[in-house]
């Protein structure tokens, strides 16, 4: 962040350098995906602004309008809700991996376990 703290990342005169901004209250998410110009092209999504979990979405095709979004295929385990950017995220996975977790392990454990919004142990123990 260069030190110019966490509220610099809300910003709204920050642009990106290769494509121009359009304000989602502005445009469709449909109408953008439908637009000739990006076919092929993938979008990028980045949650969580302090930890920047930054998503690759590659969109194979569409299925007919209904009332919800849903996402129908994915690669990857559903990352733990406050682990601490990626680096919080490997060590929690080191956590479950290690035969003989020492005391602060045994604490992420716990956390985790009793804590996490979302506690599926799936990509923890074996991915």
């Given at each position: 962040m260069g030190g110019k703290g966490?509220?610099?990342?809300?910003?709204?005169?920050?642009?990106?350098?290769?494509?121009p901004e359009v304000h989602s209250n502005k445009t469709k998410l449909g109408?953008?995906?439908?637009?000739?110009?990006?076919a092929g092209a993938g979008l990028e999504y980045e949650y969580d602004f302090g930890d920047c979990w930054a998503h690759r979405i590659?969109?194979?095709g569409r299925a007919d309008a209904t009332a919800k979004f849903e996402c129908i295929?994915?690669?990857?385990?559903?990352v733990a809700e406050d682990a601490g950017s990626?680096?919080?995220?490997?060590?929690?996975?080191?956590?479950?991996?290690?035969?003989?977790?020492?005391?602060e392990q045994k604490e992420k454990r716990?956390?985790?376990?009793?804590?996490?919004s979302n506690r599926d142990l799936r990509g923890l123990v074996n991915g």
């Open positions: 966490i509220d610099a990342m809300h910003d709204r005169n920050r642009v990106h350098s290769q494509t109408k953008v995906l439908e637009n000739p110009d990006y590659e969109v194979l295929d994915g690669e990857g385990h559903g990626i680096q919080g995220w490997l060590k929690l996975r080191e956590v479950y991996r290690t035969s003989n977790p020492d005391s716990k956390w985790y376990e009793n804590m996490a």
